[in-house]
């Protein structure tokens, strides 16, 4: 089955541009990235897009489609009836570069921010024991295809420039997240995510986890869990008492 | 061309170097639905729970159901409902004071800092934002790092309190299969006390603090395999946390409106047994 | 002439997947200043495609696996063609390799005692690939990422500077690699490379006395492919107008499973991982044909019955495996066969059946990403029907001739490591065998390097002619053409997927190769009048245009060197001659470019020419390894006269 699909994809740079329309055949089983590929083909050969692996592995096509971030290459065009106009627009949360492609450098400038693994000392390579239990959380966080979906979501910066400085993002944070239950990292990570990471700017509405194409619980597994231990550290009584009772024994 | 005032030009997906898209948000899916009916429920709770607190009447029912709105019912006005008070009576009896106002503050608090009513809130109420990727209407945001918002990592305490309240609220249930009277008793209250206290269970275990204080807090499962047990339940329970969050205040405005209008005499409690 | 950007390097490394990253890694820590040029955004490189695992004789799970073992395995699968001492030092260093990730912060699986666990794969004589569910490639690359990073903070640390000794050029594209002619005799050594950066279009020069070549393989000149768009051969092609060789490449591995349906994702991989955990391969008629597909030198090491090949799964010591994990080029075949003999799935395809074997529950913990792709992508849940799969072009086993010790290729100063880099795979790669070849040879290559880079006296010089011939170059495409109409790079790339689709695929024969050099010969002259539209700013169309060169000369020596090889091995069938011919196990196709010495000056596309070499001899002590029998399939009765198997057997014979 084919038809002809409406589109109105963005078009322009950082000086300025418009949604143009672009009428484009739709064939059975394709994806809004193949549109995409059709309307360069055959109509746009200077369409800007990201692109890469198009199986959902490389997060390379992160863009929005009718208003919500998306992956192009695994959005469905059977989501849409044939009537419908599909929406493409770039990430609205970074500067753009041209037509669908953002300027993503402020997501390699919050990795940098991070520290780094840091292994025991006393450990030679293959002398690593892990149980299996004990690296499942981190592992989990570790799917993560850096396609910058939750961080173009994230009203923290999505809607304040401002705060780009001091938030990390939902990414990163749960970067920290996947270091803090790493079963072999010797660093301390609770303190800096708090002051120097932005944790508390996150308000917790979920948005990273919804559009996250590898079905991260990024809030209820590492954000959350991140407060928890910032609470630990800082807000729980019983462990306040607790540490204060054992460093009077000590 | 002016910008609406509300949204002035330049900020957010608005700033300069992002796509001129002109319109703030494309999405076309009706994505204000959901804050709009978590605003209605959760005004409905607070309207019903506010007026039940304060009636200082129709708490107790057949000499053995008492509301969780009442309980611990401690104030000395408890006294008009002979039987109703478990734990002593010292509170004042005022107008102001609810029967109750030993555990309902830190039941309000418990759920005012939940990780899912905040979610709830923080999105219906206060727009920021009110669904993804539609920008909200504040200037600035300092999400949870001052003064009031930074509270809300006491919600640990919070919780613990609530295992309290909830330990009470058990109580209560149980009590109420003994009748004055008439000894052990099962009525349809009963069963409408005891469902509601374990919903209220799965609320409270399911919370966010329960998972990371019975073992979250872990680095190493492997060491601690009862702690890990006990986590890899509450985590299956904590991804219906929101469930559990609207269940329970369902089933505490039924649980009440059966005990008042059982005291009201509206409605006969059934007994089944005894 | 506008300014062009200027940058200084001791080692430039050209590709940021597994293979470039480890290579980078290796050289930046041997202290020198390195860069790394990429196509796409840093992270994003086609190892995160690779998803069963990475092949390395730990012996975590069957503790009698070894070195010998794992390199006997991969001389089996590449039919003996291998270049043995890289098999070798393959073998040997994986392992090592592969604990140095943990210590960059890789989670693997583990087995039931703490280590790294290993699952079975096509091939492998014993469980040998760690793997992190089935997305292994991702966890290689994001680790070595982020030891990038580690390595840029402790620069930041140490200079204020994050790039100061190593900094990564995103979306940046090399065309052309630039010598020295002034050099020292023999061949001119490499001096820098010459690209643009996508974003902008700008060009850029970077001056660097070693480059290392680690572009990935070629898949994007074939329509169905599991390839990304990345895959245009660059490596190879800059190789070979820089003066370097290619050997071996007439054998292309088409990966047995792809996806067929719906057409839009055709060619995308699913995981051997899903046969080495029990699914089985099922003809439209419900057989389990693959038993019938053994071929005589595998006689004797795989099942001859479902019940044999169901216990294995659970009982590896007392049964042989099914013959569903056959290496890659028996099932590819197979599947080719059985399609075209009207036993084919409606979308030309056969099953892939893992929802009859385990439970639900079972498929999704152990395959995950496999049973997202198929309900994302086809709208098909893997634990309740089967999947239709076919071949895909998968992995090129050809590349860049190189010392196996080094990876320096004939030009001095020019390295090459991963899926660009030729020998190591011989006519059929092994599951498993590029994620590890990719860690051993990146570090050696990136090794070679800097002990190439610290042992100059005199660093290359670049010619600024060779710097406006190389800018002309891009910017041709731009400029009108009054003669022709001018061409769209989008139909050229099309037709060339055609032509190499249909005439040099699965199977081969000398009709179609002379077919497909003619066919090659018009598009080469068609790329001369290729015009893209618009500006140079982020214009995909242009970008292809300059690919387009690279793939061309690729897919030239593609189909002259399976023109030259009248035999069938591996990942090349020719169905005019369908035996294994030891005369040819022992002679090596070169590429080279012919009209390299002009450093390709006029010619867009310059021509290639084929021609056979002796392979050196296997080391005595590895031809050891291999029973005489086994080896006498494969080679010629003088070749194994000093095999220890011979002597005793003939023994006082002079």
């Known amino acids: 089955?084919?038809?002809?699909?409406?589109?109105?994809?963005?078009?322009?740079?950082?000086?300025?541009?418009?949604?143009?329309?672009?009428?484009?055949?739709?064939?059975?089983?394709?994806?809004?990235?193949?549109?995409?590929?059709?309307?360069?083909?055959?109509?746009?050969?200077?369409?800007?897009?990201?692109?890469?692996?198009?199986?959902?592995?490389?997060?390379?096509?992160?863009?929005?489609?009718?208003?919500?971030?998306?992956?192009?290459?695994?959005?469905?065009?059977?989501?849409?009836?044939?009537?419908?106009?599909?929406?493409?627009?770039?990430?609205?949360?970074?500067?753009?570069?041209?037509?669908?492609?953002?300027?993503?450098?402020?997501?390699y400038a919050k990795a940098r921010e991070v520290p780094s693994f840091t292994p025991p000392a006393d450990l030679a390579p293959g002398e690593y024991r892990m149980a299996?239990?004990?690296?499942?959380?981190?592992?989990?966080?570790?799917?993560?295809?850096?396609?910058?979906?939750?961080?173009?979501?994230?009203?923290?910066?999505?809607?304040?420039?401002?705060?780009?400085?001091?938030?990390?993002?939902?990414?990163f944070l749960m970067r920290i997240a996947e270091l803090e239950m790493h079963p072999l990292d010797v660093a301390d990570r609770v303190p800096a995510a708090q002051d120097e990471h932005g944790l508390g700017r996150c308000n917790i509405t979920k948005c990273c986890t919804e559009v996250c194409p590898e079905g991260i619980k990024i809030t209820d597994n590492a954000l959350i869990p991140m407060k928890e231990r910032v609470a630990d550290r800082r807000y729980d009584p019983l462990v306040w008492l607790g540490r204060t009772i054992s460093r009077r024994r000590d | 061309m002016t910008a609406p005032a509300r949204h002035p030009a330049w900020r957010g997906v608005d700033a300069p170097g992002r796509a001129a898209v002109?319109?703030?948000?494309?999405?076309?899916?009706?994505?204000?639905?959901?804050?709009?009916?978590?605003?209605?429920?959760?005004?409905?709770?607070?309207?019903?729970?506010?007026?039940?607190?304060?009636?200082?009447?129709?708490?107790?029912?057949?000499?053995?159901?008492?509301?969780?709105?009442?309980?611990?019912?401690?104030?000395?006005?408890?006294?008009?409902?002979?039987?109703?008070?478990?734990?002593?009576?010292?509170?004042?009896?005022?107008?102001?004071?609810?029967?109750?106002?030993?555990?309902?503050?830190?039941?309000?608090?418990?759920?005012?800092?939940?990780?899912?009513?905040?979610?709830?809130?923080?999105?219906?109420?206060?727009?920021?934002?009110?669904?993804?990727?539609?920008?909200?209407?504040?200037?600035?945001?300092?999400?949870?790092?001052?003064?009031?918002?930074?509270?809300?990592?006491?919600?640990?305490?919070?919780?613990?309190?609530?295992?309290?309240?909830?330990?009470?609220?058990?109580?209560?249930?149980?009590?109420?299969?003994?009748?004055?009277?008439?000894?052990?008793?099962?009525?349809?209250?009963?069963?409408?006390?005891?469902?509601?206290?374990?919903?209220?269970?799965?609320?409270?275990?399911?919370?966010?603090?329960?998972?990371?204080?019975?073992?979250?807090?872990?680095?190493?499962?492997?060491?601690?395999?009862?702690?890990?047990?006990?986590?890899?339940?509450?985590?299956?329970?904590?991804?219906?946390?929101?469930?559990?969050?609207?269940?329970?205040?369902?089933?505490?405005?039924?649980?009440?409106?059966?005990?008042?209008?059982?005291?009201?005499?509206?409605?006969?409690?059934?007994?089944?047994?005894? | 002439m506008t300014e062009i950007e200027r940058h200084d390097y001791d080692v430039l490394v050209i590709g940021a997947g597994g293979a470039g990253l480890r290579a980078a890694i290796e050289a930046r820590e041997r202290g020198l200043r390195t860069a790394i040029v990429c196509k796409s955004l840093f992270g994003k490189a086609h190892t995160v495609m690779a998803e069963g695992g990475c092949a390395a004789a730990m012996g975590n799970v069957n503790e009698h696996d070894s070195w010998q073992v794992h390199f006997r395995d991969t001389m089996r699968g590449g039919k003996f063609l291998n270049n043995w001492r890289m098999a070798?030092?393959?073998?040997?260093?994986?392992?090592?390799?592969?604990?140095?990730?943990?210590?960059?912060?890789?989670?693997?699986?583990?087995?039931?005692?703490?280590?790294?666990?290993?699952?079975?794969?096509?091939?492998?004589?014993?469980?040998?690939?760690?793997?992190?569910?089935?997305?292994?490639?991702?966890?290689?690359?994001?680790?070595?990422?982020?030891?990038?990073?580690?390595?840029?903070?402790?620069?930041?640390?140490?200079?204020?500077?994050?790039?100061?000794?190593?900094?990564?050029?995103?979306?940046?594209?090399?065309?052309?690699?630039l010598t020295d002619p002034a050099g020292a005799g023999g061949h001119a050594p490499i001096a820098g490379a010459f690209g643009y950066w996508r974003e902008s279009g700008r060009h850029v020069l970077f001056s660097a006395p070693a480059v290392v070549l680690a572009t990935g393989g070629i898949g994007k000149s074939f329509q169905v492919t599991s390839n990304s768009w990345e895959y245009t051969g660059d490596g190879h092609a800059l190789a070979l107008r820089a003066g370097a060789?290619?050997?071996?490449?007439?054998?292309?591995?088409?990966?047995?499973?792809?996806m067929v349906w719906p057409p839009s994702v055709k060619g995308i991989l699913v995981t051997e991982g899903v046969r080495g955990d029990g699914g089985v391969l099922r003809n439209s008629d419900g057989d389990r044909f693959m038993f019938g597909y053994v071929p005589d030198v595998f006689k004797g090491q795989y099942a001859q019955t479902e019940d044999e090949a169901d216990r294995w799964y659970d009982d590896q010591e007392n049964n042989r495996r099914t013959p569903d994990l056959l290496p890659r080029d028996e099932v590819a075949r197979a599947i080719n066969t059985e399609v075209k003999e009207g036993r084919g799935s409606p979308h030309g395809g056969v099953y892939l059946d893992i929802a009859s074997r385990m439970p639900a529950e079972e498929i999704k913990r152990r395959l995950p990403s496999m049973y997202h792709q198929f309900k994302e992508l086809a709208d098909v849940d893997i634990t309740a029907e089967p999947m239709e799969v076919g071949p895909t072009c998968h992995y090129v086993m050809g590349g860049i001739e190189v010392d196996p010790d080094t990876g320096q290729s004939r030009v001095p100063g020019l390295f090459a490591a991963g899926e660009c880099a030729g020998g190591m795979h011989g006519s059929n790669r092994l599951g498993g065998n590029s994620l590890s070849d990719l860690l051993v040879f990146g570090r050696r290559a990136g090794l070679g390097a800097a002990?190439?880079?610290?042992?100059?006296?005199?660093?290359?010089?670049?010619?600024?002619?060779?710097?406006?011939?190389?800018?002309?170059?891009?910017?041709?495409?731009?400029?009108?053409?009054?003669?022709?109409?001018?061409?769209?790079?989008?139909?050229?790339?099309?037709?060339?997927?055609?032509?190499?689709?249909?005439?040099?695929?699965?199977?081969?024969?000398?009709?179609?190769?002379v077919a497909a050099l003619d066919r090659l010969a018009e598009l080469r002259a068609r790329v001369h009048d290729v015009v893209v539209e618009g500006h140079r700013q982020y214009n995909p169309g242009w970008h292809l245009a300059l690919d387009l060169r690279n793939m061309l000369m690729v897919s030239e020596a593609v189909a002259s060197s399976a023109l030259l090889r009248t035999e069938s091995r591996g990942g090349h069938t020719r169905e005019d001659h369908p035996g294994l011919d030891p005369q040819w196990r022992h002679r090596v196709l070169v590429t080279h470019c012919v009209d390299a010495s002009e450093a390709g000056a006029g010619a867009v596309v310059p021509r290639t020419a084929v021609e056979a070499a002796e392979r050196v001899p296997m080391r005595a002590d590895l031809l050891a390894l291999f029973d005489l029998p086994e080896l006498e399939k494969y080679y010629t009765a003088p070749e194994l006269a000093g095999h220890p198997g011979r002597g005793s057997r003939q023994g006082g014979t002079p």
């Open chain 3, 245 to 258: 060789s290619l050997v071996d490449m007439e054998f292309v591995q088409f990966h047995p499973t792809g």
């Open chain 3, 451 to 513: 002990d190439y880079v610290t042992g100059l006296e005199r660093r290359p010089a670049i010619r600024e002619a060779d710097v406006e011939t190389a800018a002309a170059m891009t910017l041709a495409p731009f400029e009108a053409h009054p003669a022709a109409a001018g061409e769209n790079p989008y139909t050229l790339h099309a037709d060339l997927q055609r032509v190499m689709n249909d005439l040099v695929g699965i199977i081969r024969t000398e009709a179609e190769m």
């Open chain 3, 88 to 177: 070798e030092l393959h073998a040997k260093e994986a392992p090592d390799r592969v604990w140095e990730l943990e210590t960059y912060g890789a989670l693997f699986d583990r087995t039931a005692d703490g280590r790294i666990s290993q699952r079975h794969f096509g091939g492998h004589t014993y469980p040998r690939l760690a793997h992190v569910g089935d997305r292994t490639g991702l966890e290689l690359l994001r680790t070595m990422q982020q030891r990038i990073v580690a390595l840029q903070q402790a620069d930041h640390a140490a200079t204020g500077d994050y790039e100061a000794r190593l900094r990564v050029f995103a979306e940046c594209t090399v065309t052309e690699l």
């Open chain 1, 1 to 107: 089955m084919s038809y002809k699909g409406r589109f109105r994809v963005w078009r322009g740079d950082a000086a300025g541009g418009a949604l143009a329309d672009y009428t484009v055949e739709v064939n059975d089983g394709e994806v809004v990235l193949d549109v995409l590929h059709r309307l360069q083909a055959t109509q746009a050969p200077d369409l800007a897009v990201r692109w890469n692996c198009k199986a959902g592995k490389c997060g390379s096509c992160s863009a929005e489609i009718n208003g919500r971030p998306r992956l192009l290459c695994m959005t469905r065009m059977s989501v849409f009836a044939p009537t419908d106009v599909v929406t493409v627009t770039p990430m609205r949360t970074f500067p753009v570069l041209r037509d669908l492609v953002t300027d993503v450098s402020f997501n």
């Open chain 2, 22 to 274: 002109g319109v703030r948000t494309l999405r076309t899916d009706r994505w204000w639905l959901a804050p709009v009916a978590t605003a209605l429920g959760l005004l409905v709770f607070v309207v019903y729970a506010t007026a039940r607190a304060f009636e200082q009447a129709y708490f107790f029912a057949d000499e053995r159901y008492l509301t969780p709105f009442y309980s611990p019912c401690v104030s000395l006005g408890c006294a008009s409902a002979p039987g109703s008070s478990h734990f002593g009576m010292f509170l004042p009896d005022n107008p102001l004071i609810p029967y109750a106002a030993l555990s309902l503050p830190f039941l309000l608090g418990f759920r005012l800092t939940c990780y899912y009513y905040r979610k709830a809130y923080y999105r219906s109420f206060w727009l920021a934002p009110a669904a993804c990727a539609v920008p909200e209407p504040h200037p600035r945001q300092t999400g949870e790092t001052r003064f009031p918002l930074v509270m809300q990592n006491v919600h640990r305490y919070f919780f613990y309190v609530a295992v309290l309240v909830s330990l009470v609220n058990t109580y209560d249930a149980l009590v109420a299969f003994r009748h004055p009277d008439d000894g052990f008793v099962v009525g349809v209250g009963n069963l409408v006390l005891l469902a509601n206290v374990v919903l209220l269970w799965c609320y409270t275990a399911s919370c966010h603090s329960c998972r990371h204080v019975m073992g979250g807090r872990l680095t190493h499962f492997s060491k601690h395999p009862v702690r890990y047990w006990f986590w890899t339940r509450i985590s299956a329970l904590n991804t219906r946390h929101m469930l559990f969050a609207w269940i329970t205040l369902a089933s505490l405005i039924l649980t009440d409106l059966y005990v008042t209008l059982v005291a009201r005499g509206t409605i006969v409690d059934l007994r089944l047994i005894g």
């Open chain 1, 132 to 171: 299996q239990v004990d690296v499942e959380r981190s592992q989990e966080f570790r799917k993560c295809i850096e396609c910058f979906l939750c961080q173009d979501t994230c009203h923290v910066v999505r809607d304040h420039d401002e705060n780009k400085e001091a938030f990390a993002g939902p990414r």
